[in-house]
Every structure is written in structure tokens, then in C-alpha cells.
DNA sequence: GTCTATACTGAGATAGAC
DNA sequence: GTCTATCTCAGTATAGAC
């Protein structure tokens, strides 16, 4: 049946939203969704492509939707470089307006970002997008050194990652919450790049 | 014997920094301490207690030398509050220290906070600590509503954890790494609190 | 092509002999 | 204190029913 796949999906994707990936078992999913166990390796080879086919289908509305965004925020600024805070809104506004209609969605993939160890192929995945958003930021910061800009992206990127494993953002508002995202992440990629004074003072 | 504690403590320490606690196990471990698999049991009881009493063991002196950080600051201060930047100093700067003779330690601590679902006994343990920097933070930034402090320093510690996160620091320099946090973060910290218009914008 | 029953390997945990 | 044996449960693999 072409259901048994759609009720593993529906299961896995509401368990892994509520209580993780690793602590949500291949077991917990088909006693949820009424299906053998060997249907998970049949339709999907594993746990963890489960894992990329549910994040994948979420995902690519919301990565189509911040590729458009950033399209059309550079058509809208010529020749001139978008804004940080028009990059930034680019990324973050399609993925809240995805959040208010799933949030637990938002959470697992919060989860997932935070943990470090991304599979290979959602990795994969959203590489192509996260490269055109780099190349932004470096247009918008140019007194940045490469490697502090590297590092302050990641940086925001935990930050966006620690609001995303929230459980819900503040009366469900998520776009009320990606906007104060934009002011606490632009103001930290604005910061001046720090003197580097370290060794002197610690020698102190 | 006494030393059979201290072989699997070890052997831990090295092997959850290189690989992360979820993907070391227990067998993995005994077999690099060269000790049995009940002993771990008999010393630890499990191997989130295992974890615990690790973590614990290496943060008890940051931890120490983050509060008397701030004791000290909070008296240069006298009757005025603390600046964002002191405090974050004050948290910052002794982890630092501490991360440049174990980067290992450093990793795994950024990855558990990364996780989210940090062992209960492990939380616990940081959560005085903690406390005493959002009750500073709290002076500092008075005009933030309660509401939107929490949230932000929370996107900080995500902002942090991210950084820990990196395998090394640049050129191993910790304490500069640490100053740039500083930089990034309190630029977040400070940034001017976003007006709530997001509905508005919305549905234009 | 789909799905079920069943078995395999490795994980953490535990009881009891020594 | 330490070790052997064993338990349960995880993800995985496969043979075969329909």
C-alpha cells in the first residue's frame, strides 16, 4: 500500500519533532503508525534517510522561498550590497512563516542544526543556499577578515539554532521572534571586529 | 584497585572530546582503559553518570573562577551595574583559559549544551552559576523586557555553544576567540530591542 | 512491488560468583 | 573490587508470503 509509507512519515515526523531523532526509536514509529518494522528499511533503506527524506520535504519550500527572497532583495539594491538585515530577513522570515504552521518541525530541525553532526545528505541539501547567503554577508560586511566572517555567521547560526529548539516562540508569534532575531544577530555581526590585544592583557 | 577509576575516567575524557558522548561506547572505552565493562557500572553506575561526574570534575574550577570574576567586577562597579561587556568577560574568560590546555573538554561542553538535552545532574550543577550572570545581565540591560533578556541570552549561549563547537580556535588562541565573543555577543545583547510590527508587514 | 516474520549484531545494564 | 554471563532493547538484514 502507498499508505504504509505517508503513515511512517506522519509518525516519525510528529515523534521526532516531540522527543528527538536518537531518542525516538524505529519501534516507538511503527507501533504509532500501525506498520511492520521491516516497511522503515523497505521504503526508506534507513533510520537516518528517514531522517533526510521527512527534513528535506519540509525543507525545500522554506530554502526556495529564502533563495527568492535574497533574489529579490539584491534586484532591489542594484549595484549597491543588500543589508544585513535584509540578508538575514531573506533567511529567517519564509522559515517563520513555515514554523507557525509546524512548529515541531522547527524544533527538530533546531535540534538537528545544534547537534553538530548533520547527516551527509541534508548537509547536502542546504549547502547551495547557505553558500549564496555567505557570499551576501561577505558583500554586506567587506571590513571583515574572512575568517572572522566565517565565524561570526556560525556564531549567529548557533543563535538561531538555540531559538529554534525553543519550544514555542512568544503567543506563536514566530515572525514576531525571527524580526527580534534580526536585531540581535545584525547587531552582533556589526560589532567591531575586536583588537587583538589578547596576549598582551593576559600577561598582565 | 583505585586506579581502575582513574583509567576510566580518562580514557572517557579523551574519547567523548574526540567523537562525542552518543557515538563512544562503553565497550569502546574499556577497551581503551583496558579495564572490564562491569567496572564502569560498578565506579559510575551508568554512563550519563559517567558523563556527569566528568563534566562536573572540569568545570568545578571555570566555574569557581567565572563567579569570582564577577564578584570582582560587581565590586569595581559599586553602586552601578556591571557593563554587558564585563559580565561577559567575566564568563567568558576563564572558560577560555581552561579551553586552551583541554580543547577536547571544551568540544564536548559545547556539544551538550548544543544538544539541548543536557543530563539533569549536569544542568543542575551549572544552574546557580548561571543564575548569578542573568541576575547580573538583568541590571545591565534594564530596559529590556524580562521576556525578550531570557530570550536573548539564550540565542547568546547558542552563539557560544556554536563557537565551542568549532574544533579549534584560530591558531589555538582561545582568549582571542573569547574577546570576539564579547564583541559579537554584547553587539546582540545591545542592539535595540525591534518594534512589534512583524503582524503588519505580514499581510501586506 | 509490498509487506511480514524472524534473526543478527551491538548497545547499556544487572546479578552473582570469586 | 572485579569479572563472567546474561538480559533487554536498539538498528539492521533477509527470506519468503501475498
Not at 539594491?77 to 509546524?102: D, Q, T, Y
Not at 522547527?106 to 541539501?125: D, F, N, Q, V, W
Not at 516562540?169 to 536585531?183: C, K
Request: aromatic share 6%; proline share 6%; with cysteine.
Amino acid at each position: 500500500m502507498i499508505e504504509t509509507k505517508d503513515k511512517i512519515l506522519d509518525a516519525a515526523e510528529r515523534l521526532f519533532g516531540e522527543r528527538g531523532y536518537a531518542e525516538t526509536s524505529l519501534r516507538h514509529i511503527i507501533a504509532d503508525a500501525g506498520v511492520n518494522l521491516a516497511a522503515i528499511h523497505y521504503h526508506f533503506g534507513s533510520k537516518e534517510d528517514l531522517l533526510v527524506q521527512l527534513v528535506r520535504r519540509r525543507a525545500e519550500p522554506i530554502n526556495a522561498g529564502r533563495l527568492a527572497a535574497l533574489d529579490q532583495a539584491e534586484a532591489e539594491a542594484g549595484p549597491a550590497s543588500v543589508s544585513v538585515e535584509k540578508i538575514l530577513e531573506a533567511f529567517l522570515l519564509p522559515a517563520a512563516e513555515a514554523a507557525a504552521k509546524r512548529p515541531e518541525m522547527t524544533r527538530l530541525m533546531g535540534r538537528l542544526h545544534a547537534e553538530g553532526c548533520i547527516p551527509p545528505g541534508i548537509k547536502s541539501y542546504f549547502t547551495p543556499m547557505v553558500e549564496r547567503f555567505i557570499a551576501a554577508a561577505r558583500r554586506a560586511l567587506p571590513h571583515l577578515p574572512e575568517e572572522e566572517l566565517l565565524w561570526r555567521l556560525r556564531a549567529s547560526a548557533g543563535a538561531m539554532a538555540f531559538t529554534m529548539l525553543e519550544p514555542h516562540a512568544p503567543q506563536g508569534d514566530y515572525l514576531a521572534r525571527a524580526r527580534q532575531l534580526v536585531a540581535f544577530v545584525s547587531g552582533g555581526l556589526r560589532a567591531p571586529a575586536s583588537v587583538v590585544e589578547a596576549k598582551v592583557e593576559v600577561t598582565q
